[in-house]
């Protein structure tokens, strides 16, 4: 309970974390409501892959795994420089074009089946890892946490309480048909990559 | 800026220009002086006069020919660089140097721009907290005053803001007429909408660290005005960013394409700032019926806001800033001003003075105090050969 309320009352900052990875995906990718949902909960499961995670490591290890605040700054300045990179990646990412090579076509149709969910949920992941202030929190907690499924359950509910707050977003959905919107999307998404390199290259010195 | 001739609209007759401009006279004699009297010290009255002799030329030659784009860029052009050189004397002055350092940041003597308003609204809504290390009432370009005459212009003028009040937008005005033909004619429409992937870009980024994200990493203006102390590496970094932007957007770009570039293809402001024109009275239209697809409007727009698709619907692009380029271009009078609410076409004139004056006079008011402290420490430099106080 008192992880749930820890998310309820911390949403708001959890989502302003991480609408300038998510909302240019949503809208770049274009799709309807109800598909938008599937990438938002691929996005959120990364997320919470990368809590839990860091959480098991961080209880398993206890004080030993307790960073000092430079590798720290540099771990946090790693994973910004990552999740720029991704979303550099995501913006610029077009359909491949036909190709008469039997290998390629293969290859477009393994790219096309695996990278609709493998992006967000990667991109979730590096989110959960540097961004998000509650990853401090769980850090924290987990290192202190008398059992491991005790750090885990509280981890959990305190997840579930912050991503109320992001149920309101695959509503972008309903814009998929302007392509105007979706250009802006994927740009938003190139724009928001370099910022994230350079405040990660920043972090490094 | 336009690749031909630019063609008489409808003149007026002399008397009747004189009538219209008589207000003018009036209004920016006022706007200019800032109070009852005339400036005593010679290095003050000069600037004044000549301030208020050119403008007021300025706006009867736009009424006299019936052409807006060459007066409004007659004033607009020097605005910047009057703009440039008096902040800089005046920053100097007040700190003896460009850069800002933590201490300035902190007791909020940060001038307020106008850029950082579109990052400042939802941290602003959402957490009672202005980003932005200035003053919200005192000393100069406080946060409150700013906001108060970007509501104005916006209600007034759109983004007509762009065209008629922004001192960042007549620099790369400037550079865009250097050339007399374009080196590079071709821009792919997709850049048209980084504009507002950089004004998404900084809204979500700045709300999340609660940091003016545009000022500390993306500003080319940075280059003319203020900027962090160079103390630290990321500094260094910051102000490489700041210059390469300066030198790219606003100055080269536009001198090869003869367009303003770092407008139309970048300032996450001229995107926020195009939304009002969805609330400003006077907008730009095509007429279909006198339209002969010349193609000469879409070609010479200086900020992207005309195409072939939107010039079939009557009409410009969201992000028109009125500079009156394709009014006084068109040789069928098929682009002309409009009031919103009228048919296309309806007294042109009329809806073309309905924006002009208002417009007008907000470039004189926001910038005619610039250009009388541009040439009073132009002066200044002349008499005592220095141009710091």
């Not at chain 1, 393994?110 to 992006?119: I, S, Y």
């Not at chain 2, 031909?4 to 004699?29: N, Q, R």
């Not at chain 2, 994200?213 to 103390?231: D, N, Q, R, S």
Request: hydrophobic share 50%.
């Amino acid at each position: 309970m008192r992880g749930l309320l820890l998310g309820l009352s911390s949403g708001a900052v959890c989502l302003a974390s991480c609408a300038p990875v998510l909302i240019p995906c949503l809208l770049g990718e274009s799709r309807r409501v109800r598909a938008d949902f599937v990438l938002l909960g691929i996005f959120l499961a990364g997320r919470l892959a990368g809590y839990l995670a860091f959480a098991v490591l961080a209880w398993s290890v206890g004080a030993l795994l307790r960073p000092q605040p430079r590798t720290f700054a540099l771990l946090i300045a790693a994973s910004y420089i990552v999740l720029g990179a991704l979303m550099v990646v995501f913006g610029l990412d077009r359909p491949p074009a036909a190709c008469p090579v039997p290998a390629a076509g293969r290859l477009r149709r393994w790219q096309a089946l695996v990278r609709p969910p493998l992006l967000p949920a990667v991109l979730g992941l590096v989110t959960g890892l540097n961004v998000c202030p509650p990853f401090l929190l769980a850090f924290a907690e987990a290192a202190a946490a008398r059992t491991l499924g005790a750090s885990l359950l509280f981890f959990l509910a305190f997840f579930l309480g912050t991503s109320v707050f992001f149920l309101p977003f695959p509503a972008l959905g309903a814009f998929r048909a302007s392509a105007a919107l979706r250009t802006v999307g994927r740009l938003t998404a190139v724009v928001v990559g370099v910022l994230y390199c350079g405040m990660g290259l920043g972090m490094l010195r | 800026m336009a690749d031909a001739t630019l063609t008489a609209a409808a003149p007026h007759t002399l008397l009747k220009s004189s009538l219209l401009a008589l207000p003018m006279v009036l209004l920016s004699g006022l706007m200019l002086l800032g109070g009852p009297n005339l400036p005593r010290d010679p290095l003050r009255l000069a600037p004044f006069l000549a301030v208020y002799l050119f403008v007021n030329v300025l706006f009867f030659r736009m009424l006299r020919t019936g052409r807006t784009e060459r007066y409004r860029a007659a004033f607009f052009i020097p605005f910047a660089v009057a703009f440039v050189i008096s902040f800089l004397s005046n920053l100097i002055e007040a700190r003896g140097s460009m850069q800002l350092t933590a201490g300035d940041m902190a007791s909020g003597r940060t001038p307020f721009c106008h850029m950082v308003i579109p990052m400042t609204l939802v941290p602003a809504a959402l957490t009672r907290t202005i980003i932005f290390p200035g003053s919200l009432l005192r000393g100069f370009a406080p946060v409150a005053g700013m906001f108060v005459i970007w509501i104005g212009a916006s209600l007034a003028l759109g983004r007509g803001f762009c065209a008629w009040g922004c001192f960042f937008g007549g620099l790369e005005d400037g550079f865009s007429r250097l050339r007399r033909r374009p080196r590079v004619r071709h821009i792919a429409k997709v850049w048209s909408y980084l504009p507002y992937a950089v004004l998404v870009a900084i809204v979500l980024t700045s709300a999340a660290s609660l940091t003016p994200t545009y000022c500390m990493w993306l500003c080319p203006f940075k280059a003319v005005t203020e900027f962090p102390a160079l103390t630290s590496t990321v500094a260094r970094f910051q102000a490489g960013i700041f210059l390469s932007l300066f030198l790219g957007l606003v100055i080269v770009l536009p001198v090869l394409t003869r367009k303003r570039t770092q407008c139309g293809l970048f300032c996450p402001f001229g995107a926020f700032q195009s939304f009002t024109n969805k609330v400003s009275p006077v907008d730009v239209r095509i007429d279909r019926e006198r339209c002969t697809d010349c193609n000469k409007c879409v070609n010479s727009c200086p900020t992207f806001s005309l195409d072939r698709e939107s010039a079939d619907r009557g009409g410009t692009r969201l992000s028109c800033c009125k500079c009156g380029t394709c009014v006084d271009l068109c040789a069928k009078g098929a682009a002309s001003y409009h009031v919103r609410g009228t048919p296309v076409g309806w007294a042109p004139e009329r809806a073309r003075l309905l924006f002009i004056y208002p417009a007008f006079l907000f470039l004189v008011t926001f910038g005619g105090g610039m250009l009388q402290e541009a040439l009073h420490r132009v002066l200044l430099l002349a008499s005592t050969g220095r141009m710091i106080r």
